[in-house]
DNA sequence: CGCGGGTTTGATGATGCTCAAGCCCGGTGG
DNA sequence: CCACCGGGCTTGAGCATCATCAAACCCGCG
């Protein structure tokens, strides 16, 4: 299971991890199972761990106060399901975070993010990470404020085709903003070419 | 000028500054004029400086090939005007960043990045301002994906009222991803109450 | 006074939502 | 083996929201 949080380190980040910096990650990174649909983070709860999957499908979401769910993100192998606001500022999450598949991951308490956070090759993969996220979300503004649904929806076939594959339709569509019978004549279309 | 970068940190960073540091920031950070209209970066540029807003208002917009302007931030006084993918990366820019007001800025130079950041408190600043950026794009998504457009109106008119005061109607409406027609409707039925 | 930028208003059409119904398909139990 | 069930996907009709285009208005400023 670790091999694959130190692989993704390794090759991300510009500074290597050394012997002692993987037996550290391996004491604080400890293993968890989830079936589908069980919870990671249920909305209310302050979110006390922070993920990193090996293996599996998970997905974000806030629900509205007619019980409609909207999905915020999706997480796929080696990406880090958690909801930052909470985790960082011990806040009450206001967002849920579910199994989609059957997920292995890795969770890290936020009591021990301090430690990890010494190490360099940590700090180093952290700068990289928000940059990237910070792009990535100015992409999907971008895309809101601009795009009308049939482009948003080729664009994420195009950036992210895995999410296409592994969710069903009605949750892409939730993740777009648009209902299940929009994206379904979207995508009608589509094929029409 | 400085001085407002210097409050600025101290009343964010766990971290104060040192006579030394402000030293060093007053060396990397260099005050910039720009009038009204005046670029900060232009499309197509590489993204060599990231600003600091002393006295100012400013806004980064993305054009689409109908040449219709996108406005994905503003910038108001202690805020940090910047392509963030360009900065960091190097790349061109895909957007262009100009003053709405007369503006007072203090900029730092690419190349003098990596130095400001050996500085503990520029250090802490960084992780307090990433955390709030990807809590901030958050809300925004989710307003994006779940919010019908008046109500994404009157979230910011709570969350960011000095937007709605400073920048004309028009620019609120792109920012929404709505027509500055549409915006004026929504405002006229909030009127009528 | 006239100009330019910003805002408003109206008419019309496109886009996307809601509600309701039906289809498809894999899994379960009789 | 078949019947049924549930989840996901599709289709259609009617409606709400929002965009587009065109025109007028408003106001500060040279």
Redesign the interface.
Known sequence: MHDALFKYINERSTTQLSTNDKRLLKDYFTPKHLRKKDYFLKEGDVCRYKGFIVKGAMRQY?S?ERA?E???NFYVENWWPSN??SY??GTLSETTIDAWEDTDLLVLDRQHLELVEEIEAIKKLKIYL??N???A??K???A???LPADLRYKDITVRYPEFIERFPQHMIA????ITKETLSRIRRKLDDH
């Open positions: 806030s509205d409609k909207h999905i915020l930052r606001e960082f500022m928000d940059e996220m910070a792009i979300y100015q999907r503004t971008l809101s404020i601009s939730s993740y777009l903003g």
